[in-house]
């Protein structure tokens, strides 16, 4: 799997958007970006996943420019509950996934 | 649907007791099985990965070992616990042969060695 760089924390504030970005400059041809979520006491919830370009669904979108050597996860409008320690994960489920040591994000009212 | 059950979620036990986790997933079939540990604030390490039945990849020197006697059946075990053996242990199950790389994490277990 691609080794990974993302921020150890942020802060944000009710109702901002925030952008969580990771870099994975070693990303192969057929790895795939995943970013999960993770609240405490809880195992860490798949959130969304990408190849290239734009993908969005109902929680977050997901930025991924043409070289694919960062990515960048945009959490619209955050709330508190959105406070959560966030993963990028790169690389295929033909391998073992290896998770990094993940954004801290607190959301503060 | 496809679940994920791990058990107990807490479990309090001395040092030099043995350990038993168990992991059992629904739903599906052939699935990647894993065991992840995390220390309090910090990341997810992975412990061990397997892709079938007996088939039991070992990512961290440790006293712990894992098993897998059935598809959707896995279980981590230690003969004798250490006190930097607490945490918060995770099950995860993924689906094989396939690029997607999301998996599905159990509730989790939170192991304190007193």
């Known amino acids: 799997l691609a080794k990974t760089t993302q921020p150890i924390s942020m802060d944000s504030y009710e109702g901002q958007e925030v952008n969580i970005t990771c870099s994975h400059n070693n990303i192969a041809t057929n790895d795939y970006i995943t970013w999960y979520q993770q609240f405490p006491s809880q195992g860490p919830r798949f959130i969304i996943q990408g190849y290239k370009t734009k993908v969005t669904n109902e929680v977050a979108s997901l930025f991924i420019p043409a070289d694919r050597k960062s990515s960048t996860l945009s959490l619209p409008r955050v709330s508190l509950s959105d406070t959560a320690v966030y993963y990028c994960l790169v690389g295929s489920g033909f391998q073992k996934l290896v998770f990094g040591t993940g954004t801290r994000l607190l959301v503060s009212p | 649907s496809q679940t994920i059950h791990q058990w107990p979620a807490t479990l309090v036990q001395p040092v030099g007791s043995p350990l038993s986790l168990e992991c059992t997933v629904e739903?599906?079939?052939?699935?990647?099985l894993y065991w992840y540990r995390q220390a309090a604030g910090r990341g997810l390490q992975l412990l061990f990965y397997s892709v079938g039945i007996g088939q039991i990849s070992s990512e961290v020197p440790q006293n712990l070992s894992a098993s897998r006697p059935q598809d959707r059946q896995f279980i981590l075990s230690s003969k004798k616990l250490l006190l930097s053996d607490s945490g918060f242990y995770l099950c995860?199950?993924?689906?094989?042969?396939?690029?997607?790389?999301?998996?599905?994490f159990g509730q989790g277990t939170r192991l304190t060695v007193v």
């Open positions: 739903g599906t079939s052939n699935p990647n």
């Open positions: 995860a199950w993924s689906v094989q042969r396939t690029a997607n790389t999301e998996a599905f």
